[in-house]
């Protein structure tokens, strides 16, 4: 696909959290194709380096940075590190997070998960984007729509949509902000959860009848940071398949 298909530039950059496998490795391929240098990270270097090499052969330009995100000197040092050799990077997509089903005490995970995001944002914005910079962060239906038995899951997602709000009211001179809501959605994280007797009832609910893929998201979250949507702000977009109308 073209660059131009979604209005992005040529020797436009992406960061990509969380890069390593599921959405963020979708994100990364798919911007790829649209003819984006990418900066992809995470704590996991095999998975980070896949994802890499799958990127390295569509032929653009790509950088690793391997560490935690909630290390700010870390990532000062990886924003500056992608910049020396992509350039200017003027879409972030805040995208790492632990899984739901992980046992997190709830206030370091609300430091995690929404604290990162903040890091992440504040970093790249110092940065110098440019104009036309956009941010987008993996929310989730849970904690904005529905409630989830992860009570730190459901706060912190719904506590990012909060802060992407709260980016696209007082920081637009900026640069844009919006959150895509993944339902659920068919990642490694997710393995085998279709065909358990909940995932089956949580199908029955979802009117086109299948889990999201990766990519589901990955498009939808290569729209929002794109030219082609300058002038949508602060909004939360569930890729959900209609579960959450059924609701």
């Given at each position: ?73 870390l990532v000062t040092e990886g924003l500056s ?167």
């Amino acid at each position: 696909m073209s660059s131009i298909a979604l209005g992005f530039a040529p020797g436009d950059n992406l960061l990509i959290t969380g890069a390593g496998s599921g959405i963020g490795r979708a994100t990364a391929l798919r911007a790829a194709e649209l003819g984006l240098g990418t900066s992809l990270w995470d704590l996991n270097s095999d998975g980070l380096e896949e994802t890499a090499a799958s990127v390295r052969e569509v032929g653009h330009p790509v950088h690793t940075w391997v560490g935690d995100v909630s290390d700010a000197a870390l990532v000062t040092e990886g924003l500056s590190n992608a910049r020396a050799q992509l350039g200017t990077i003027r879409y972030l997509h805040n995208n790492a997070g632990p899984a739901s089903s992980s046992e997190i005490p709830f206030d370091r995970a609300l430091e995690l998960c929404v604290g990162t995001v903040r890091l992440m944002t504040d970093t790249w914005a110092a940065s110098g984007p440019g104009p036309g910079a956009a941010m987008v962060a993996t929310a989730s239906v849970a904690g904005n729509v529905i409630g989830t038995a992860s009570d730190w899951y459901s706060a912190s997602k719904a506590a990012i949509t909060g802060y992407v709000r709260h980016l696209a009211a007082y920081r637009s001179e900026e640069f844009r902000s919006n959150a895509v809501a993944p339902g659920m959605t068919d990642t490694p994280r997710l393995a085998g959860f279709a065909s358990s007797p909940m995932g089956q009832r949580v199908l029955e609910r979802i009117p086109l009848r299948r889990m999201g893929t990766p990519d589901d998201i990955a498009y939808a979250t290569l729209f929002l940071l794109s030219p082609l949507a300058s002038y949508i702000n602060g909004v939360f977009l569930p890729v959900d398949g209609g579960w959450t109308v059924t609701q």
